[in-house]
């Protein structure tokens, strides 16, 4: 059992000012696992405070001396990157292979990235008479979701304190457990007292006091589309700068030329890791209407082989995260059913022999984009087929979405699969795959309005400041 009862103020583990505690559940067994306190808005203004006052000297620290203090972080997190990849599988159900793999390669990745950014970034440039500084935008309030707990929590502190910031992090609720190790990471690697700053609780109690705090600078938010639209609201009255990363329904186009067997598994693969909870997942996928039963075939074939089971386990799949969220998916499902949708693949209730954990089954439809499955963002294993008549329809269907995170083109073609790219209106396309670190994330339309990773990412937390008459004329 984990009991992680305090929080991270000022350089030091502290109580709570108000005690009060939640259980946290395991997905796979729906036992509770450990203990976390739940704050409230008198602990931010105490972590708010302290990296207020931290920030005046933080602030001015060398690019340099940022630099020495990221690679200690980083050779602190190479020593507990196993506990990390364990508290993750625990907290939101990840297999061990995915949580000790690609979740904690995803922190370490963005906090090698942010120091290679910080050797060469540019904080002043001359032009003219003027200089150009971009100086830290302040305190940051730095609220995540449970999904990807390392990436999201790693790709806003990283890059803010590159620029400079003072921060306060606020975990996801479900999964607040490998949040309070990297504070520990943070504290052992000699971070400056008040620099980071935790605080464990609900998002509607200690999310809304940074997001209407007087002496937060901006927020940085990854999460779902309404607390999206909310936090805007609450940081309004202090005209904070909020960075958002939200929801997705990411269309993967198969173009013609495309492999459609290995397509078609692959990103039928793609979206049943990490449980369909990826917000940039190709949920819908495209694929030419003449080739349809070729890829209904490849599609059942890929779902039904995921095999699912205990993330302890040698399972390619483990629960989603929580009771509430396996109902949303199983109420899509029968949304799905219910208008029409055809079911190659999985559907309603657990998988076989698996009663108790938050089980979904890989599950797969052929559908249309006007169905409720395929405009809503569903973060679970649930994959919608829809075919298209040619490239235009494709790229019709894909944009026509309220999201605009991500996207998937697949084709051999490259001219034709880059010129299918350049018209599709969301933030991150993968053409034939790939992965890079410095490529910037983020969503056009209700996906958000922030870039993080890589050098865009530092933008969210610095702000600009010119100097006319730097040099006088
Ligand atoms: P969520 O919006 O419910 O919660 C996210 C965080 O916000 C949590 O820490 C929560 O406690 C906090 N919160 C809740 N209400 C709040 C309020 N009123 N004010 C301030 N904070 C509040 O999202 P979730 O269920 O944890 O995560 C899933 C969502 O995150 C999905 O929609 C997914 O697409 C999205 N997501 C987006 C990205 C991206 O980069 N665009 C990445 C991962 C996840």
Not at 162 to 184: D, F, H, N, R, V
Not at 348 to 358: A, R, S, T
Request: with cysteine.
């Amino acid at each position: 059992m984990r009991n992680y009862t305090q929080f991270y103020i000022d350089g030091q583990w502290v109580d709570p000012i108000a005690p009060r505690t939640a259980q946290v559940v395991n997905p796979a067994t729906e036992e509770v696992s450990g203990t976390i306190s739940l704050g409230s808005a008198v602990d931010v203004d105490k972590a708010v405070a302290a990296a207020r006052r931290a920030f005046a000297t933080f602030g001015e620290t060398s690019a340099k001396e940022r630099l020495d203090l990221l690679e200690a972080i980083l050779a602190e997190y190479l020593k507990r990157e196993t506990e990390l990849g364990e508290a993750v599988s625990e907290e939101m159900g990840a297999p061990m292979s995915l949580a000790c793999g690609f979740h904690t390669l995803l922190g370490k990745g963005h906090l090698s990235t942010a120091i290679e950014v910080l050797k060469d970034f540019k904080f002043e440039e001359q032009r003219g008479v003027t200089m150009i500084r971009k100086e830290p935008i302040g305190v940051c309030g730095l609220i995540t979701p449970w999904n990807w707990p390392m990436n999201q929590t790693c790709v806003k502190i990283f890059p803010a304190l590159a620029a400079g910031c003072t921060m306060i992090l606020k975990p996801p609720q479900l999964a607040p457990y490998s949040a309070q190790i990297l504070a520990e990471i943070l504290h052992d690697a000699g971070v400056p007292a008040g620099v980071f700053n935790m605080v464990q609780g609900k998002g509607s109690e200690i999310g809304t006091a940074l997001s209407t705090h007087e002496d937060v600078d901006m927020i940085s938010f990854t999460g779902s589309e309404p607390v999206g639209v909310q936090i805007q609201k609450d940081a309004a009255d202090t005209v904070k700068r909020v960075g958002l990363e939200l929801g997705g329904k990411s269309a993967w186009i198969v173009l013609d030329d495309a492999s459609l067997a290995t397509n078609v598994a692959a990103a039928t693969g793609g979206m049943m890791g990490n449980s369909g909870q990826t917000c940039s997942a190709g949920s819908r996928l495209l694929v030419p209407n003449a080739r349809m039963d070729d890829a209904i075939a490849a599609a059942t074939e890929a779902a039904n082989g995921v095999t699912v089971g205990d993330p302890k386990g040698n399972f390619a799949m483990g629960p989603v995260v929580s009771k509430s969220q396996y109902e949303i998916i199983q109420g899509y499902i029968e949304k799905g059913l219910e208008e029409g949708a055809k079911l190659i693949a999985g559907g309603l209730g657990k998988p076989d022999g698996l009663d108790k954990g938050y089980y979904v089954k890989p599950t797969v439809f052929v559908g249309t984009n006007h169905m409720v499955i395929a405009r809503e963002e569903i973060f679970g294993p649930v994959l919608v087929i829809i075919g298209y008549d040619d490239v235009d329809h494709a790229v019709e269907i894909a944009n026509d979405s309220n999201f605009g995170l991500g996207g998937y083109v697949s084709g051999e073609d490259l001219d034709a699969a880059r010129a299918v790219s350049r018209r599709m209106r969301t933030g991150a396309i993968w053409v034939n795959g790939g992965f890079d670190f410095h490529a910037p994330f983020g969503g056009y339309k209700r996906s958000g309005n922030g870039r993080e990773w890589g050098e865009h990412g530092f933008a969210e937390y610095l702000e600009t400041k010119s100097v006319v008459g730097w040099n006088q004329a």
